[in-house]
């Protein structure tokens, strides 16, 4: 595309490395590569250059160099890479370099803006991308992987590609209408759109496990004052995350630990006993506790097997909750029988429950066969699309349901980025990281 400058950014890490590598991308890349490195080397295979300043001449690096004629590059524009020595100064002065020869900084996710923007890849594969940058679990890799790969891009692109037919058919229908023709056109728009909706429909009734993949699973840690909710933290992250004292009302604090499981990040959080009490520091622990168990999308309660199952506590088990029967090297458990004993002192259970809780995490946050939604802003534009099309199959007049069509359509180009999507530009590319 033209009308653009050029732009260059570290795309590595920062800091001291053995390598760094700058990209370069915009209409002058071939220009200043070619400067700095005395010549252009052969489109798309590594060449050792020596780097020189352009108005001093210094040898400023000797580097593999990159050369990536448009459009077979990341952004589809002419670009360049530079892998240089990884030092300090070596990045200060081919910096001084690109920036004397024109190009300037690439503000954060420009790259892949650029790339969004030359048709390289829809908004869903650029957020892909960023979620491949920020993966931090090989299952949150996978689902990064293939939305960058164009699944949603697929699933969304195809159903917009439905869509348009209809509302071309509604508009037919229209005007064999006035013309006096008859025709079933109409009814079969009407039933196709209903068709559509549902399919968007089930689609979004996933339970939210793409999002909580994403963004991982919460679990919140409930029970009595001293029924080994920290103890059981703990023991569950291999460390002393949380404190430990054999005081009632120890923890105050939602005390939040990230793990691993099995491939779905979960955040554990450890909550303040449930109780009663004067002490205005812990009654606000308890409040956070009480909302912790509200917002979390897993309650894990914690009954002492050597104590009567307290109220407040069973007042928060649901079908969905997660019982665990504590301390059972004191006593056998004294609520439900359905309850895991566990005892964080002996490591008894212990594995028990790690299992059981990797199986929650998969079945609410684990991969299935189809690709899923993974952020609010997709849920969003379904949803809209759908209640669209919903209207347009119930709209009374024809020219109704084709305005219906109209919206629906519009709310699929937003989700891809190939309609109206000025506005949801910056939020897609705001997140991203300088280099990408
Ligand atoms: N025998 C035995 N004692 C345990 C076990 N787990 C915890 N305890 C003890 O129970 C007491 C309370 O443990 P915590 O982990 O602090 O309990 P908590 O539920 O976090 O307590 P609060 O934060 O005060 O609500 C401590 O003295 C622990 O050593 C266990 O499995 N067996
Ligand atoms: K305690
Ligand atoms: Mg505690």
Not at 20 to 32: D, E, M, T, V
Not at 287 to 292: F, I, T
Request: with cysteine; proline share 4%.
């Amino acid at each position: 595309m033209s009308g653009f400058d050029t732009i260059f950014a570290l795309a590595s890490g920062a800091g001291r490395a053995a390598v760094s590598l700058l990209r370069l991308s915009g209409p002058q890349s071939g220009a200043i590569l070619a400067r700095l490195a005395g010549g252009l080397p052969r489109p798309r295979m590594a060449s050792l250059r020596r780097l020189r300043h352009p108005l001093e001449g210094e040898v400023l690096d000797e580097a593999l160099v990159l050369w990536f004629p448009a459009p077979r590059s990341y952004t589809g524009e002419d670009a360049a890479e530079l892998h240089l020595h990884g030092g300090r100064a070596v990045l200060d002065g081919v910096t001084e370099a690109l920036l004397a020869c024109g190009a300037r900084p690439a503000e954060p996710g420009e790259f892949t803006r650029r790339a969004f923007l030359n048709g390289r890849m829809d908004l869903t594969a650029a957020e892909g991308i960023a979620d491949l940058i920020e993966a931090e679990t090989a299952v949150q890799r996978r689902q990064a992987l293939r939305q960058a790969g164009g699944a949603l891009a697929d699933l969304y692109g195809g159903w917009a590609e439905r869509l348009t037919r209809l509302l071309a058919h509604q508009e037919a229908a229209i005007e064999f209408a006035e013309d006096g023709i008859p025709t079933t056109l109409e009814d079969e728009v009407r039933e196709a759109a209903l068709a559509l909706a549902a399919g968007i429909e089930a689609h979004l009734a996933d339970g939210g496990r793409g999002e909580r993949l994403r963004e991982g699973l919460w679990v919140a840690i409930v029970g009595a004052p001293n029924a080994g909710k920290s103890s059981l933290l703990n023991a569950l992250v291999g460390r002393e995350a949380a404190i430990v004292s054999a005081r009632a009302g120890t923890t105050r604090d939602v005390v939040e630990v990230r793990l691993d499981l099995a491939g779905v990040p979960v955040w554990l959080a450890d909550t303040a006993g449930l109780r009663d009490t004067p002490d205005e520091i812990e009654a606000e622990g308890v409040r956070r506790a009480r909302r912790r168990a509200e917002e979390a999308d897993l309650v894990m309660a914690v009954f002492a097997a050597d104590r009567a199952a307290d109220p407040a506590t069973l007042a928060l088990v649901t079908p969905e909750t997660l019982v665990v029967a504590s301390k059972s090297d004191l006593a056998p458990p004294s609520v439900q029988e359905a309850a895991l004993a566990v005892s964080a002192r002996t490591g008894d259970g212990m594995k028990a429950l790690r299992q059981r809780l990797e199986d929650l995490a998969a079945d609410r946050a684990g991969l299935t066969a189809e690709a899923s939604l993974t952020r609010p802003r997709h849920r969003a534009a379904l949803m809209e699309a759908a209640s669209w099309l919903r209207e347009a199959q119930a709209a009374p007049l024809p020219e109704l349901s084709a305005e219906s069509l109209r919206a629906a359509l519009r709310a699929l180009g937003r989700l891809t980025g190939h309609v109206g999507v000025e506005d949801v530009l910056d939020v897609v590319f705001g997140d991203f990281c300088i280099g990408k």
